[in-house]
């Protein structure tokens, strides 16, 4: 099979070609592999290359709706047994995971071949994948800037043609974020529709989430059939619509009444092109028969939420870090500066600041459900400004040195009181300010590429949608899809 040829199909599509005898799994496999090689160098995608374990599930038969197809799954929560889980980190990078993760096990017993693993940033804690272990993923639309992050890799991986969708995980916007910046579709489900286990309970308080991310509504909306549903180990049953995900796709939803907004107090003047994208989304809703009326502002406390949020990501970190010694007996010196920085800050706040900050989370849970009184959807851009270049948010070497002082004398929680977290939203939030929305409510939310710029630079618009949303938001995914057809947009990096 051709390159040209495989680039072409989603996943299910490469699915049919292998259950009509058309190509073997050892041919789609080739590809795969034969993209990494050839491709990968210039966008440093996959971290890990899985070949004897892919080879093993050759010998198998393989059965479900994505049975023969070439996967990777994200170096981050998505342990596959007998091999490391280096989540970005070098503390990581040596030991082996003892069993697999349940989405994990649930994409093989979907049929998928799991050939490698993706870059992340060190433990997810970045809307960017640069890690120091692995260094710099890039944005095969653009190699000199970020594929966004956490699921960068992925988001890499699937633009440039690897694979027609990849394993992927949502904090504050880690599936959305790439899915943005590199032209995909990423829907982030809402809090326990899918499981985190059996290693994990719900991560963050169930602001963490499992999914992928793909070229095509239909790949997203299988890819959900096969992973939604709880485990022995979930705390409860989440609820699951009549019918398939698969089955909503090409069924056009009600007329919808949808508020939007893009101005937010923490980027009060978000990029041209970030308007652009969903004003573009806005008229194709209206085309579509559906109401779309801008509001006058967030129907939330945006910059009471991203402290908040921040403030728990900062002493989640702090647990993480502190858990990762307990397991491995690294010192302080094996996590990245800037991790740190951030669970020095975590460790400074008090257990009533951190709950302070998790309690405060119903606040803007109550004022979504108001909201939906009202409207069907939220619609904002994903990004605030076109994705940044690498290194952008990189230390400048006065901070560097500061940090590294306040580090080794112990005293890096003082942080606290200049200024920095300020910084730390500026900097790391104001860009992508519209996502920690869902991943605080638990709710829903899903980025489509509904616009390009005139350099050729994907931008996303983004839905929130009530809980339990997410058979709608693949409805609407779908009608949008055949509205406004993204699937054949190809990046230029061959």
């Not at 403030?311 to 996590?335: N, P, Q």
């Not at 619609?379 to 002082?405: H, N, R, V, W, Y």
């Not at 009181?417 to 929305?437: A, E």
Request: proline share 7%; net charge negative.
């Amino acid at each position: 099979m051709r390159i040209d040829e495989y680039r072409k199909y989603d996943g299910l599509g490469l699915a049919e070609l292998v259950a009509n005898r058309e190509v073997t799994p050892r041919d789609l496999l080739d590809c795969a592999l034969g993209q990494v090689k050839s491709i990968d160098p210039r966008l440093n995608s996959v971290v890990r290359v899985m070949s004897k374990q892919a080879d093993e599930q050759l010998t198998r038969p393989l059965q479900g709706p994505f049975a023969g197809v070439p996967f990777l799954i994200k170096d981050l929560s998505q342990d596959y047994a007998g091999l490391p889980t280096s989540s970005g980190s070098r503390s990581l990078t040596d030991l082996a995971m003892p069993e697999h993760s349940t989405v994990v096990q649930r994409w093989l017993d979907a049929g998928l071949v799991i050939f490698g693993k993706t870059n992340t940033p060190e433990f997810g804690a970045k809307g960017i994948t640069e890690p120091a272990v692995h260094g710099a993923t890039r944005n095969p639309w653009d190699c000199s800037r970020t594929p966004g992050g956490s699921s960068g890799g992925s988001a890499a991986a699937v633009a440039s043609g690897i694979v027609p969708v990849a394993g992927a995980n949502d904090g504050g916007g880690s599936i959305r974020i790439p899915a943005a910046c590199c032209g995909l579709v990423g829907l982030k489900p809402g809090r326990g529709l899918v499981p985190s286990g059996p290693t994990f309970g719900e991560p963050m308080h169930g602001a963490a989430v499992q999914g992928v991310v793909s070229r095509s509504v239909r790949d997203t909306a299988a890819m959900l059939d096969v992973l939604a549903g709880g485990e022995a180990s979930s705390g409860y049953l989440p609820a699951r619509p009549d019918g398939t995900f698969l089955s909503r796709v090409d069924k056009d939803p009600k007329p919808l009444r949808i508020g939007m907004y893009a101005v937010t107090s923490v980027n009060p003047s978000p990029h041209p092109q970030a308007v652009a994208a969903m004003e573009s989304a806005a008229k194709t809703l209206t085309d579509l028969g559906h109401t779309v009326e801008l509001l006058d502002a967030p129907p939330y406390d945006d910059k009471s939420l991203n402290r908040e949020f921040l403030l728990a990501w900062f002493t989640y970190l702090a647990w993480e870090m502190d858990e990762v010694k307990r397991r491995t007996g690294c010192s302080d010196d094996a996590f990245e500066r800037d991790t740190r920085i951030m669970a020095a800050l975590g460790r400074a706040a008090s257990g009533i600041d951190y709950l302070d900050a998790v309690e405060g989370r119903h606040v803007h849970v109550r004022a979504l459900a108001t909201y939906f009184e009202t409207y069907d959807l939220l619609l904002t851009p994903t990004l605030a400004e076109l994705p940044p270049k690498i290194g952008a948010f990189d230390l400048a070497k006065p901070l560097q040195m500061a940090s590294d002082l306040l580090l080794r004398s112990r005293t890096a929680g003082l942080l606290r009181h200049t200024g920095i977290v300020d910084q730390m939203i500026d900097d790391n939030i104001s860009w992508i300010p519209y996502t920690q929305l869902a991943n605080v409510t638990g709710r829903p939310a899903l980025s489509l590429p509904v616009h390009w710029t005139p350099e050729g630079l994907p931008m996303g618009a983004h839905f929130t949608a009530p809980l339990g949303g997410e058979a709608l938001l693949v409805q609407l995914a779908g009608q949008i899809e055949r509205a406004a057809p993204w699937v054949d947009r190809y990046d230029t990096l061959d």
